[in-house]
Nanobody, 124 residues
Framework: QVQLVESGGGLVQAGGSLRLSCTAS????????MGWFRQAPGKEREFVAA????????SYADSVKGRFTISRDNAKNTLYLRMNSLKPEDTAAYYC?????????????????WGQGTQVTVSS
């Protein structure tokens, strides 16, 4: 059974930084693309960042480009999201997800497994 467990969320002031982690188990982590999504209250879930199985390809939403960095450590079965220069509009529950295949994916429908989420709150 696949499990994705996020951690690292919290309350931070605008301009601050956080690093989210997602530890995976249940199937070979290095075989699958991974992604981060977020959902704010009353809003649709939205794509944040994605990375291919080996980490060689990444993609970002325009709203986070230049501020967030997605990375992975396949030896540790862990996905990361480094978030710098945080803004109040980044406040949301953040979810990691594991894709059906190896390539990075932007659409949530291309992801098979999801974590339970970790809350990020950015105060102004």
């Amino acid at each position: 059974q696949v499990q994705l467990v996020e951690s690292g969320g919290g309350l931070v002031q605008a301009g601050g930084s956080l690093r989210l982690s997602c530890t995976a188990s249940g199937r070979p982590f290095s075989n699958y693309g991974m992604g981060w999504f977020r959902q704010a209250p009353g809003k649709e879930r939205e794509f944040v960042a994605a990375i291919s199985y080996g980490g060689g390809s990444t993609s970002y939403a325009d709203s986070v480009k230049g501020r967030f960095t997605i990375s992975r450590d396949n030896a540790k079965n862990t996905l990361y999201l480094r978030m710098n220069s945080l803004k109040p509009e980044d406040t949301a529950a953040y979810y990691c997800a594991q894709a059906y295949g190896r390539t990075l994916q932007i659409l949530s429908a291309e992801y098979l497994y999801w974590g339970q989420g970790t809350q990020v709150t950015v105060s102004s």
